[in-house]
């Protein structure tokens, strides 16, 4: 369970946490803008980091007394020092310290942003402060399209406290880009905008040695990874890292019991020719964002040759990444696994890199197929 979750937990059982964000810094610190962790109020850590040793304990102690306190919220400084950092390490740097009681009245803003965030979808949470630093209003964001800072209640909370539209829509395209909290001022307060980024998952067909590789470096760099093997023995989650989960059914079954979504990346690295096909023919069906396939681009081709006189059609055809991953002159199954979140990445972040689907990579063949 993440904070959000947590925090909605919290409420449901009528309990007051405090989130305690980092929303600035200044030289070396722990960790950036928009680490969090939440604090009951007895003082235990729910969930999260801000980067632990002293700095967190002195947090925590403060996030107790201020739940004693009325205020729904106030910004703590504190700077980093030798004593401050486990085994010697030191920082030396200064951390603002937004902490905040959440109370039951703001149930549905943060179901709203647990649903958003398990629907895949990045939303932001914003805070906007008055000239006391308290927090007066949080909103949540739904997409950052450039006509965001026109749409209610943003333009309205934009007007109010004369902060510029157009430093708001760059600080929260920054936000998203780095995944980390920006403050933007105005002349009657500040907005701290911190991107919540939707879960993104990832369904790997296939628990041989590229899936297991695959999973452990998927799983790492955030993707909530569902591993599915025809072959118990392949899907068994001693093979596999803890927050892995795991699946053994016949790959039509499978995808009766999967939930696929828009935000869900499908990779196929089974061991066969004819179970890929027949995971692929599933998959294409599927709303999934990315659907990889792994295969020389002889293999690949055939596969789409058989498929087409099976009557799929080449728009489905399309949507599929293959050769998978990125060129990187891979041959180990470590090796492919990380050209694959290579790629996995790169569709996550749109970037426009040369990663490419089989409709790309292998035009010649659509454009003679088409003919």
Same mark, same amino acid.
């Given at each position: 369970m993440?904070i959000?979750?947590e925090i909605?937990s919290a409420l449901?059982?009528r309990?007051?946490? +405090?989130?305690?964000?980092?929303v600035?810094?200044?030289?070396?610190t722990p960790?950036?803008p928009g680490?969090s %962790?939440?604090?009951q109020?007895?003082?235990?850590?729910?969930r999260g980091?801000?980067?632990?040793g002293?700095?967190?304990a002195s947090v925590t *102690?403060?996030a107790e007394? =201020?739940?004693?306190?009325?205020?729904?919220?106030?910004i703590?400084? $504190?700077?980093l020092?030798?004593?401050?950092?486990?085994d010697?390490m030191i920082?030396g740097?200064?951390?603002e310290?937004?902490l905040e009681?959440?109370?039951?009245?703001e149930?549905?803003?943060f179901?709203?942003?647990?649903v958003?965030?398990?629907?895949?979808?990045d939303?932001?949470?914003?805070?906007?402060?008055? @000239?006391?630093k308290s927090?007066v *209003?949080?909103?949540v964001?739904?997409?950052i399209?450039?006509d965001v800072t026109?749409r209610?209640p943003?333009d309205?909370?934009?007007?109010a406290?004369?902060?510029?539209a157009?430093?708001?829509? /760059?600080g929260?395209?920054?936000a998203?880009r780095?995944?980390?909290v920006e403050?933007?001022?105005?002349?009657k307060?500040?907005m701290?905008?911190?991107?919540? +980024?939707?879960?993104q998952?990832?369904?790997? $067909?296939g628990?041989?040695?590229?899936g297991?590789?695959?999973?452990t470096?998927?799983?790492?760099?955030?993707f909530?990874?569902?591993v599915?093997d025809?072959r /118990?023995?392949?899907a068994h989650?001693g093979? $596999?890292?803890?927050d892995?989960?795991?699946?053994s059914?016949?790959?039509?079954?499978?995808f009766?019991?999967? /939930?696929?979504k828009?935000?869900?990346?499908i990779?196929?690295?089974?061991?066969?020719?004819?179970?890929?096909k027949?995971?692929?023919r599933?998959? %294409?069906?599927t709303?999934?964002?990315?659907?990889?396939?792994?295969?020389?681009s002889?293999?690949?081709?055939a596969?789409?040759?058989?498929? /087409?006189?099976?009557g799929?059609p080449?728009?489905?055809?399309?949507?599929?990444?293959?050769p998978i991953?990125l060129?990187?002159?891979?041959?180990t199954?470590?090796?492919?696994?990380?050209?694959?979140?290579a790629?996995?990445?790169q569709?996550?972040?749109? @970037?426009?890199?040369?990663?490419?689907?089989?409709?790309?990579?292998?035009?010649?063949w =659509?454009?003679k197929?088409?003919?």
């Open positions: 993440d959000i979750a909605v449901r059982n309990e007051h946490p +405090v989130l305690a964000t980092i600035s810094s200044s030289g070396s960790l950036p680490a %962790m939440l604090v109020q007895h003082g235990k850590i729910v980091t801000i980067g632990g002293l700095l967190e *102690k403060e007394q =201020f739940s004693l306190e009325s205020a729904g919220s106030v703590r400084q $504190f700077e020092n030798e004593s401050d950092s486990e010697g920082c740097g200064t951390v310290i937004l009681k959440i109370r039951e009245e149930l549905s803003l179901s709203r942003l647990m958003l965030r398990e629907e895949g979808s939303c932001t949470l914003l805070r906007i402060t008055d @000239s006391t927090v *209003k949080r909103s964001l739904e997409g399209t450039n026109e209610p943003l309205g909370l934009l007007k406290y004369e902060v510029s157009d430093r708001f829509l /760059q929260l395209q920054r998203h780095e995944e980390s403050c933007v001022p105005g002349l307060g500040e701290s905008i911190q991107p919540i +980024v939707g879960i998952p990832l369904i790997i $067909f628990g041989g040695h590229i297991r590789s695959l999973s470096i998927a799983a790492g760099a955030g909530t990874v569902t599915v025809d /118990q023995e392949y989650p093979r $596999f890292p803890d892995v989960q795991t699946l059914k016949s790959w039509s079954d499978a009766a019991e999967l /939930q696929v828009p935000s869900a990346s990779v196929i690295v089974t061991r066969g020719h004819e179970s890929d027949e995971v692929l599933h998959a %294409m069906t709303p999934a964002r990315y659907i990889g396939m792994i295969g020389s002889r293999k690949v081709t596969t789409y040759a058989r498929l /087409q006189e099976e799929v080449i728009a489905l055809l399309k949507r599929v990444h293959a991953g060129e990187i002159g891979a041959v199954a470590e090796e492919i696994a990380v050209s694959i979140v790629e996995l990445i569709v996550r972040r749109g @970037s426009h890199g040369s990663a490419a689907t089989m409709s790309k990579r292998m035009k010649r =659509f454009d197929e088409e003919q």
